[in-house]
């Protein structure tokens, strides 16, 4: 009888493309709701949006990394690329140039759902053929809480991992001198793409970049123990210590400059708090009720992904196919490791591990069993007879169809007229911009206070005077005529443009006063009145500028002629970020050079010599 896991697909270039041909293809089908009923406005969609038309816009004005985002807070802005990873707000951007703005949330679903497929089977080809390994990642990319992650909360940093995490456990895995020095096994080519996989997962979502790190030394420690070998936890040392180093672009200025924002607002909200999202919990809070909602679905998808990948993992054990133990093991252990962190019982694990209760939502782990599940699903149905194989397939298929329909119906998020693509275009490019993110708002400023349609300069003699008031609840929205401000001022713009970082404005004031200007307050601005530097937030020689609930900043000025410059500063952690960047790309190099030349070494060893 011929081996479970033997493959469909003939040898040669039709199990080298056929594979990936038809893992692409899933993708297809499984982004056919957007393709379909039209964006899906997840609980980020908007946020994900008006970060690529911002960094577009920036890219335009000759910023290639820009730090503040334009357009939030109604056109006032926040320093959101300071704090939000670059590469999926960037990757939007670069598909926003190629397609239209509607399709470019279509393009990274697809794009990282087959990368997601894809991974999976480069992983799962180290235990199995072609033809399961593709049906491993096909099972992947459809697996309930990619769909969850595609869908409902349009979370793009996040669905990232589901292409990072299988990666870095095949690099994690991989050995390929079993016979040789610790040195060799652990630089056997793997280190310097691990370093890669690290820095990606933190430069795509922080939470990511948290559960890669945890998730990379606990799988090295598993691989080592049994080997009774050093090589995986040098190589996993080796790899984060460059990977975080290459992120340091990006973490450097997010973790030195979090105390010029309120960024615990992303944990101190009771929805954000890890206590309150364990599996199928129920709250009294009515402020929780919409949360609950939320949490009560994807605890269904945890109960489901958990459970099946353990009833297939007792299959694929029962039939005798889990014999590399250092391989499966880990894998096996992924999904009880998932499962203690849904219930409360791990609480005391999200208090005292150092960051991990950044994540805010347990569930967040399920991103980390994507690829567990398809391998294990793969090798528990996978038939040993040939002619059951079709069968086999076409179930699978309509199971995959099933999920699509429901991912549809279910989870595809409708659009309000305002949060279309279309919409939010039009509020763009009028200036009106977005509702801002409150964990990057200036401490004590408060984002519902921000009014709309605010001038770009308005001369006051009250500094902290309220430019327009909404009794209704809403956002309140700035009338000419409500006599707050004595005069106006616009910023000067070139060819009707203002370049994002920074503004300037003349004005001949009648009197002394103050100009509140429609700009938030930012430790890196340094604001200039005629020629003289009179604030910069991130240096101590200067006095601070009055406060505003609003956050907006004030600047005060003379009588008479005034020119007034707001220019984006490089504070010294962002040139630290970039020196510790630029060190690491540099110590991957040569340590991409050194794995070559062991590789290369090991393979003239390796050949036989003739006498």
């Known amino acids: 009888m011929p081996h479970p896991h033997a493959g469909f697909f003939a040898r040669?270039?039709?199990?080298?493309?056929?594979?990936?041909?038809?893992?692409?293809?899933?993708?297809?089908?499984?982004?056919?709701?957007?393709?379909?009923?039209?964006?899906?406005?997840?609980?980020?969609?908007?946020?994900?949006?008006?970060?690529?038309?911002?960094?577009?816009?920036?890219?335009?004005?000759?910023?290639?990394?820009?730090?503040?985002?334009?357009?939030p807070n109604y056109g006032a802005g926040e320093p959101r690329f300071v704090f939000y990873p670059p590469l999926t707000w960037m990757l939007g951007a670069a598909f926003g140039l190629i397609f239209p703005w509607?399709?470019?949330e279509l393009a990274i679903l697809c794009s990282f759902l087959a990368a997601t497929g894809l991974a999976t089977?480069?992983?799962?080809?180290?235990?199995?053929?072609?033809?399961?390994?593709?049906?491993?990642?096909?099972?992947?990319?459809?697996?309930g809480y990619s769909m969850f992650t595609a869908y409902e909360r349009s979370a793009f940093g996040e669905l990232a991992g589901g292409f990072l995490i299988p990666l870095l456990l095949l690099l994690v895995f991989r050995d390929r001198d079993p016979q040789g020095s610790v040195w060799r096994r652990a630089?056997?080519?793997?280190?310097?793409?691990?370093?890669?996989?690290?820095a990606g997962a933190w430069l795509s979502n922080a939470p990511l970049g948290v559960m890669a790190s945890y998730l990379l030394a606990a799988v090295a420690l598993i691989v080592a123990l049994p080997d009774r070998s050093w090589a995986p936890i040098v190589r996993a040392s080796v790899a984060f210590t460059l990977g975080l180093g290459l992120s340091a672009i990006y973490l450097v200025?997010?973790?030195?400059?979090?105390?010029?924002?309120?960024?615990?607002?992303?944990?101190?909200?009771?929805g954000l708090a890890i206590e309150n999202s364990f599996l199928f919990g129920r709250h009294a809070d009515p402020n929780l009720e919409l949360h609950d909602v939320e949490l009560w679905r994807v605890s269904a998808i945890a109960v489901a992904m958990i459970g099946l990948t353990l009833i297939c993992v007792f299959i694929a054990w029962?039939?005798?196919?889990?014999?590399?133990?250092?391989?499966?093991?880990?894998?096996?252990?992924?999904?009880?490791?998932v499962l203690l962190l849904q219930l409360p019982i791990s609480l005391p694990i999200w208090n005292t591990l150092p960051k991990l209760r950044f994540l805010q939502f347990p569930w967040r782990w399920l991103v980390v069993l994507e690829a567990p599940l398809g391998i294990f699903f793969a090798a528990a149905i996978w038939p040993a007879r040939r002619w059951l194989r079709v069968t086999v397939i076409a179930a699978t298929a309509a199971i995959f169809l099933s999920i699509t329909t429901v991912s549809a119906l279910v989870l595809h998020q409708s659009c309000d007229a305002e949060d279309r693509v279309v919409g939010m275009l039009g509020a763009f490019r009028s200036g009106q911009g977005f509702q801002g993110t409150d964990e990057y708002a200036p401490p004590g400023a408060d984002d519902t206070v921000i009014a709309v349609g605010l001038p770009d300069a308005c001369l006051t003699t009250n500094p902290a005077v309220a430019l327009a008031i909404a009794d209704d609840g809403n956002t309140p929205e700035w009338d000419p005529a409500n006599g707050h401000c004595d005069a106006t001022y616009q910023w000067i713009r070139h060819k009707g443009q203002l370049a994002p970082e920074h503004f300037h404005l003349t004005a001949n004031?009648?009197?002394?006063?103050?100009?509140?200007?429609?700009?938030?307050?930012?430790?890196?601005?340094?604001?200039?009145?005629?020629?003289?530097?009179?604030?910069?937030?991130?240096?101590?020689?200067?006095?601070?500028?009055?406060?505003?609930?609003?956050?907006?900043?004030?600047v005060p000025v003379p009588e008479g002629p005034v020119r007034v410059d707001v220019d984006w500063t490089i504070t010294g952690d962002v040139i630290m970020g970039r020196l510790l960047s630029l060190i690491s790309f540099g110590c991957i190099t040569v340590l991409c050079l050194i794995e070559r030349k062991l590789v290369s070494a090991r393979r003239v060893n390796a050949e036989p010599r003739v006498s």
């Open 102 to 104: 509607k399709g470019v």
């Open 253 to 270: 200025p997010a973790a030195v400059e979090q105390r010029w924002v309120q960024i615990r607002q992303a944990t101190d909200d009771p």
């Open 318 to 337: 029962r039939r005798g196919l889990l014999r590399r133990r250092s391989w499966w093991i880990p894998l096996a252990l992924i999904p009880v490791a």
């Open 509 to 554: 004031t009648p009197h002394a006063g103050y100009l509140v200007l429609h700009l938030r307050n930012y430790a890196a601005w340094k604001v200039g009145v005629n020629g003289e530097t009179v604030a910069l937030g991130a240096s101590p020689l200067y006095a601070s500028l009055p406060h505003r609930d609003d956050g907006l900043m004030v």
């Open 187 to 198: 630089f056997d080519g793997s280190a310097a793409l691990l370093a890669l996989v690290i």
């Open 121 to 143: 089977r480069m992983l799962a080809r180290q235990a199995m053929p072609d033809g399961p390994a593709t049906l491993a990642g096909c099972a992947a990319l459809f697996s």
């Open 12 to 71: 040669g270039w039709e199990s080298r493309i056929l594979g990936p041909a038809i893992i692409c293809f899933a993708a297809l089908i499984a982004t056919s709701p957007d393709l379909i009923r039209g964006n899906s406005c997840g609980h980020d969609f908007d946020f994900h949006l008006a970060s690529w038309l911002d960094a577009a816009s920036s890219w335009r004005h000759g910023l290639f990394y820009p730090h503040w985002a334009p357009s």
